[in-house]
Nanobody, 117 residues
């Protein structure tokens, strides 16, 4: 089993910044894709950013230019730096990790991000 522990959520004013971090532990042999999703009540979980083990990075349109995903393979950690936050970024953010490059097997418990106007 793989466990994902997230940290860094919280309350911030619009225009501010937050950094989310997620560390994977447990029965890890090869980590493929790493990413972040978010979900608001009543809506589907949506991709924020994902990163493949080959360096390819994909951002949602809303994240482009404001968020940066990075990974530290030695530490099994993925980080999401979020700048210029908007109230519409308010959501529960989930870390996701896959054993392959293009899918996710494991999910974190979620961390709340609230952006006040």
């Amino acid at each position: 089993q793989v466990q994902l522990v997230e940290s860094g959520g919280g309350l911030v004013q619009a225009g501010g910044s937050l950094e989310l971090s997620c560390t994977a532990s447990g029965s890890i042999f090869n980590i493929g894709a790493m990413g972040w999703y978010r979900q608001v009540p009543g809506k589907q979980r949506e991709l924020v950013a994902r990163n493949s083990p080959y360096g390819k990075t994909v951002y949602s349109d809303s994240a482009k230019g404001r968020f940066t995903i990075s990974r530290d393979n030695a530490k099994n950690t993925v980080t999401l730096q979020m700048n210029s936050l908007k109230p519409e970024d308010t959501a529960v953010y989930y870390c996701a990790v896959g054993s392959g490059p293009n899918y996710f097997d494991y999910w974190g418990q979620g961390t709340q991000v609230t952006v006040s106007a």
